[in-house]
């Protein structure tokens, strides 16, 4: 069973495929859709869908609504809070997860923008992109490729 969350303003509300089976679907027309659950009919027009954002805009019952929704994953990052970085406050590279390093893609002495790619870390059996939040110089590289890190660990000083 997968789980979701659905936001909407301030207001998550998980929801799951046994949530979304409780009820009938019907496909009205393009993007129009009716939806009857516990004897409530709800009508619902799709305006937009922003797959990379996970947002979803929409007239419900006569109503927009503009809401986002997180699958499991982005719920368990949320809940590690691996989504929350410091940007701003420090240059340096922290890890704020433990992983494997696969591969470090600057050198000391290399000047780096905000946004550059700075080493590929596995973690949770996924590749990740760990980029430098803000621009200077690699002063130090504290790791090596096949090297495993911990949470918090320095990983690139950047002055």
């Known amino acids: 069973m997968k789980n979701y969350e659905v936001t909407i303003g301030n207001s998550s509300t998980p929801l799951s495929n046994d949530d979304l089976d409780k009820g009938d ?27 990379e954002s996970k947002t979803v805009e929409l007239k419900l019952n006569g109503k927009f609504i503009s809401c986002s929704i997180s699958d499991e994953l982005d719920m368990m990052i949320k809940t590690m809070k691996l989504g929350s970085s410091k940007k701003g406050k420090s240059k340096n590279l922290i890890s704020n997860m ?10 000391e002495g290399q000047a780096v923008v905000a946004g550059d790619a700075l080493m590929i870390l596995e973690a949770m059996k996924m590749e990740n992109v760990l980029k430098a939040s ?4 690699v002063k130090s590289i504290n790791c090596a490729e096949k090297d495993a890190v911990d949470k918090g660990q320095l990983l690139i000083e950047i002055e």
């Open 98 to 107: 433990p992983g494997l390093v696969l591969s470090i893609q600057v050198q």
């Open 134 to 137: 803000a621009d200077g110089i």
């Open 25 to 51: 679907l019907i496909r009205l027309g393009d993007n129009q859709y009716n939806y009857l659950s516990d004897h409530k009919s709800h009508t619902a027009e799709i305006l937009n869908i922003d797959v």
